[in-house]
């Protein structure tokens, strides 16, 4: 694949329309929205996201996780609390999440702050996730440097040995969720000849936002 080759790929977005008459008057009900549609056009994976989170002097990062629930705080996803996106969270908590449904030319943007959530909200879906994954969050030391994948093959024969009696595994320290508490969301329609339609959603006070249409 040449460069010639890679500037010549384009896509013409053309599947809909979005102007401020289809806008719900709270970003989550409209992002609850966009979701079913994403869920019901069967794109790959809709529940995932590029998170990007920077450390203290400015460094971003960013990859992908998924998103494992939405309740009145927030976006919630799950991961290790040792790695190195938790590293950045705690020293400095806020992220952007971005959702990309390249199926319906839609993208979905969202910045805010970030918290923890409960340990009974983790615990919840933790216990909710198939021993398999429960094994792995416990096998794998996520972002660390390790010699070879044996020593994760090594680490998950243990613990099926030690856990062999048990249906479930108990939550692990290291592991939990984060809620990204947005004051900025913003949703794109890719439209012809690039003039896509983009409206934002700013937080004004509690639970009212303000819209406004950016040009693309
Ligand atoms: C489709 C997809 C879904 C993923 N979901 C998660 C997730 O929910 N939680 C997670 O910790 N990592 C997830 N990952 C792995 C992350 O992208 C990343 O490799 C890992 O979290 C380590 O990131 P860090 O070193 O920046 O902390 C996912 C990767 C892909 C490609």
Excluded: C
């Excluded at 599947?15 to 992002?31: I, K, M, V, Y």
């Excluded at 340990?119 to 879906?125: D, L, N, T, V």
């Amino acid at each position: 694949m040449d460069n010639k080759k890679i500037a010549q790929l384009r896509e013409n977005y053309n599947r809909a329309t979005l102007s401020s008459e289809d806008l719900l008057p709270n970003p989550f009900d409209f992002f609850k929205k966009w979701l079913d549609k994403a869920i019901q056009a069967q794109v790959l994976e809709p529940n995932a996201m590029t998170l990007a989170t920077a450390t203290v002097d400015g460094f971003p990062s960013a990859r992908i996780v998924l998103l494992k629930g939405i309740d009145e705080g927030g976006f919630l996803f799950y991961t290790n609390y040792e790695s190195d996106k938790a590293k950045q969270l705690a020293e400095n908590p806020r992220a952007a999440l971005v959702f990309n449904w390249l199926e319906l030319h839609r993208q979905v943007r969202i910045e805010g702050e970030v918290e923890k959530v409960s340990k009974a909200i983790a615990e919840a879906y933790f216990q909710s996730r198939p021993k398999g994954s429960q094994i792995g969050a416990y096998a794998s030391p996520q972002s660390q440097v390790i010699p070879d994948r044996k020593v994760l093959e090594q680490n998950v024969e243990q613990l099926i040995l030690k856990y062999k009696e048990q249906e479930a595994l108990p939550i692990p320290k290291h592991w939990g969720g984060y809620r990204v508490k947005p004051h900025k969301i913003e949703f794109w329609q890719g439209r012809t000849s690039r003039l896509h339609d983009r409206f934002r959603y700013t937080l004004q006070a509690d639970n009212l936002w303000r819209t406004e249409r950016l040009a693309p």
